[in-house]
């Protein structure tokens, strides 16, 4: 699996969008972008994937630049609620998926 | 469903006991996995198995041992625990398809070695 970067923490002011930056230089042509998080002490849970095209759903939007060398998760209205961390990883198949130490969102009211 | 399910949900060990931290999942999932999360850390994967009779080791599978005699359940076995498996287990579980891997974690087991 390609290696990702992500700032190590951030802030976001509730009610605002947050948008979580993640660095991919090296993914290959077949390995999808997927985000996940984990709200304190829990397991992490899935958000979101994409491979070439933007991606929605009910929780977040997904935005790949066109050469994938990078991309933004947008939490459209972050609530105190959003605050987790969230591994952004680059991944093909059905291998373990490589978790780094992600980017702690915290949101403020 | 209830999704991926680990028992218990704490433990405390004393140095050289031995104890099976349970997962089952009801998904009719065909992968499953084992990481640990020490604290402020990523996860790191300790085993994973792509099906019933087949496992495989992680990155950090000493001191550990699993089976998979069913598609539901995968085991995790710590024989003679050490200080250092002090740490946050969690349980994870992916169906078996091309391209796209949605994992599923359970809520985890917190176990202390003392």
């Known amino acids: 699996d390609a290696k990702t970067t992500q700032p190590p923490s951030m802030d976001c002011a509730e009610g605002r969008a947050a948008n979580l930056p993640c660095n991919h230089s090296?993914?290959?042509?077949?390995?999808?972008v997927y985000w996940y998080r984990q709200i304190h002490s829990q397991g992490p849970q899935y958000i979101i994937h994409?491979?070439?095209n933007n991606e929605t759903n009910e929780m977040a939007s997904l935005i790949i630049t066109e050469d994938r060398k990078s991309s933004t998760l947008i939490l459209p209205h972050a609530t105190l609620r959003d605050t987790a961390v969230y591994y952004c990883?680059?991944?093909?198949?059905?291998?373990?998926?490589?978790f780094g130490k992600g980017t702690r969102l915290s949101v403020i009211a | 469903n209830a999704g991926v399910t680990q028992t218990p949900k704490f433990r405390i060990l004393k140095i050289g006991q031995s104890m099976t931290l349970q997962c089952t999942q009801d998904?009719?999932?065909?992968?499953m996995y084992w990481y640990r999360q020490d604290p402020g850390m990523g996860l790191k994967l300790i085993y994973y198995?792509?099906?019933?009779?087949?496992?495989d080791k992680g990155e950090v599978p000493n001191g550990y041992n699993v089976s998979r005699s069913t598609t539901e359940d995968f085991p995790l076995r710590l024989e003679l625990a050490a200080p250092s498996q002090t740490s946050v287990y969690f349980c994870?579980?992916?169906?078996?398809?091309?391209?796209?891997?949605?994992?599923?974690f359970g809520p985890g087991t917190r176990l202390t070695v003392l």
């Open positions: 994870a579980s992916t169906k078996s398809r091309t391209g796209v891997n949605e994992q599923f």
């Open positions: 090296t993914i290959s042509g077949n390995e999808y």
């Open positions: 994409g491979l070439k």
């Open positions: 990883i680059a991944h093909s198949g059905n291998t373990p998926l490589v």
């Open positions: 998904m009719n999932h065909n992968y």
């Open positions: 198995s792509v099906g019933a009779g087949i496992t």
